[in-house]
Structure formats: C-alpha cells, structure tokens
C-alpha cells in the first residue's frame, strides 16, 4: 500500500535547472525523515540531499549551493530543486523515507545533464 514516486527527470543541457518531485502514497511521510539519493553509472548509490520532518536539512558537498530540497507534509510530498547542473550529476534520483524499522525507497527517475 505503501509507495512512493518519483517525477521530474529527464535531459537537460549543463548549467540548466531540473525539479524533482516525491510522492507518497500512504500515511508514513508527516512524521518521518526524507531523502534524495542517486547512482551515477556504474556507482554506489550516494546521498543528494536528507531533511527531517521538521524542516532540518543535509547536503552532499558536491550539490551544496546547487540543490535544494523540501517538502509539504499536508500534500505528502517531497520536492529537490536542482540548479547549476553539471554532467557528473547524471544519476538514477531515488526518493526516501526513513519509517520506523523500515526505509522506503521509489524506483527511481533518471536525470541526464549534458555537456
């Protein structure tokens, strides 16, 4: 029942913006932290971007100034607005959300930045 969305990738041209989006579908989002992670190609996944259910927020180094996330508990969604970007930030984008016991994970969007 639990499932979370992401939207909002696609190509763009190097220095270009992009808006993710992470929906979720169910009642675990109000009270629980969520995240931004990617997997560039042939990668680990790594963390974008985290903020707490209160509103605290967590940058990579390599995305800090460029990236910015939020989120609105009344719609269940969370939101990572990506300015600047660079090639290297090409990378499958998951969506997160830490429950408790449990981290939820959406399949992904793709995001292509070129040179």
């Known amino acids: 029942q639990v499932q979370l969305v992401e939207s909002g990738g696609g190509l763009v041209q190097a220095g270009g913006s992009l808006g993710l989006s992470c929906a979720v579908s169910?009642?675990?989002?109000?009270?629980?932290?969520m995240g931004w992670y990617r997997q560039p190609p042939g990668k680990q996944r790594e963390l974008v971007a985290t903020m707490s259910s209160g509103g605290a927020t967590n940058y990579a180094d390599s995305v800090k100034g460029r990236f910015t996330t939020s989120r609105d508990n009344a719609k269940n969604t969370g939101y990572l607005q990506m300015n600047s970007l660079k090639p290297e930030d090409t990378a499958v984008y998951y969506c997160?959300?830490?429950?408790?016991?449990?981290?939820?994970w959406g399949q992904g969007t793709q995001v292509t930045v070129s040179s």
């Open positions: 169910g009642d675990i989002f109000r009270y629980n932290a």
């Open positions: 997160n959300v830490k429950a408790s016991f449990y981290d939820y």
